[in-house]
Each structure stands twice: as C-alpha cells, then as structure tokens.
C-alpha cells in the first residue's frame, strides 16, 4: 500500500529548530511533487513549501526566509527544517506527495500522516 509516513516533530522553544522528515513507502513508480502543508486549530490548511517535479519551490508566505526543505527524487524522501521558530509555527504539519505507483500512469495525491509542532514561548 503506498502511503507517505512522516516523522520528527514535537515541542520547541521559541527561536529553536526543528526537523521533519517525509517518506513515500510501497510500490512507487515515481515521486512528483513534496512538500508540507501545515494546519491550527480553527485555521484552514496552508502551504508550508512545496517543490515540484521540475525543481521549483514554493513557500508560505509566513515562513519564507525561515526553512529549508530538500527532496531526494530517487529515494523518495524529504526533509524540512524549520529556524527561528514562533509560537505562530504551533501546527499539525501534514507532508503532500504526489506518487505514481507502480503498475499505474496516474499520479496521485497523498497526505502524511500529520505531525505535531508546538512551538512554547
């Protein structure tokens, strides 16, 4: 079964890091698109960053300047860190993948898991 899993997260102080990592795992042809979206209670769902298949990379306009976000197109895993956290930061951080799987022309999205970032003052 393809799925993306995530890992890394938790508590943070202010001004700290933090590393969150992404994993597509099962028969995947092909990785599209990675990134992460992030989610407050109350708030809809934001982009976080993006990159796409051809190299670009969108932010969020609230966290540009502040994360690095790498993709490993062969290995089908990223990775985000995120600096100069803000207790604004506290979310539930959800990875996006596109995949192709295995035996399918249809890329197809998917969402981690969600992970829990909560940034104390």
């Known amino acids: 079964q393809v799925r993306l899993v995530e890992t890394g997260g938790g508590l943070v102080q202010a001004g700290g890091s933090l590393g969150l990592s992404c994993a597509a795992s099962?028969?995947?042809?092909?990785?599209?698109?990675m990134g992460w979206y992030r989610q407050s209670p109350g708030k809809q769902r934001e982009l976080v960053a993006l990159?796409?298949?051809?190299?670009?990379?969108e932010y969020g306009d609230s966290v540009k300047g502040r994360l690095i976000i790498s993709v490993d197109n062969i290995e089908k895993t990223g990775w985000l860190q995120l600096n100069g956290l803000k207790p604004e930061d506290t979310a539930v951080y959800y990875c996006?993948?596109?995949?192709?799987?295995?035996?399918?022309?249809?890329?197809?999205?998917?969402w981690g898991q969600g992970t829990q970032v909560t940034v104390s003052s």
């Open positions: 996006y993948g596109v995949l192709t799987p295995v035996g399918s022309e249809v890329p197809t999205v998917y």
């Open positions: 990159r796409h298949s051809l190299g670009n990379t």
């Open positions: 099962g028969s995947v042809f092909r990785l599209g698109a």
